[in-house]
């Protein structure tokens, strides 16, 4: 077995090798608890794919009391579904801001898909390539304040809590292709 990939062009390379999962596309899952880095590393990941488009779980309404899936359904039917026959999907964005959903964006299939957010390489996921990056849990809610506010914080504990119990019953991190360490300073060039 090859040694795992450290810098994103070679993941990228890792990934165009891959076969398609999703209709053309390689669909690219990048999960883990709230704050680890998923965002930062998707969007890295994505300039070196240029054109890969990232797709995200705050794309989707889901409460803070929600079940951590609660964006799979939607995900499915506007993009998964549509990609995976090899037709374009319409994705409108969720702006948590606004607690309004934004325009149509069509998604032609692309190469390289890369969905990220908590639950997007669980059991029935179409990946191709399985993502896990995590962070100690008080470096991950320092983030997660600091982006969200500060009076989010018990609200933060509990979907922690149930993250956390949907990541131990469905096996999500022992099922990565690839392991990243969200604590450590991951540059645009490599990650550990």
Do not use: N
């Not at 979907?159 to 604590?183: I, K, Q, Y």
Request: net charge neutral; aromatic share 8%.
């Amino acid at each position: 077995m090859p040694s795992p990939p450290r810098t994103y062009p070679a993941l990228a390379a890792r990934l165009l090798a891959l076969p398609p999962s999703c209709g053309p596309a390689r669909l690219v899952a990048i999960d883990g608890p709230s704050g680890a880095g998923k965002s930062t590393f998707a969007d890295r990941l994505a300039g070196v794919l240029v054109g890969a488009p990232v797709i995200r779980s705050d794309d989707f309404r889901v409460p803070w009391d929600a079940d951590p899936l609660t964006w799979w359904e939607p995900l499915r039917r506007t993009v998964l579904d549509p990609l995976c026959a090899g037709r374009p999907a319409v994705l409108r964005r969720y702006d948590w801001h606004h607690d309004l959903y934004g325009p149509p964006e069509e998604i032609p299939p692309p190469p390289v898909l890369i969905i990220e957010g908590v639950g997007a390489s669980w059991a029935k996921s179409p990946a191709a390539y399985r993502i896990w990056i995590d962070a100690p849990r008080e470096l991950r809610r320092a983030r997660a304040l600091d982006r969200d506010g500060p009076e989010h914080a018990d609200a933060w504990d509990r979907w922690s809590a149930r993250e956390s119990a949907l990541f131990a019953a469905d096996g999500t991190r022992h099922r990565a292709d690839l392991v990243v360490d969200g604590g450590a300073s991951f540059t645009p060039h490599r990650f550990r």
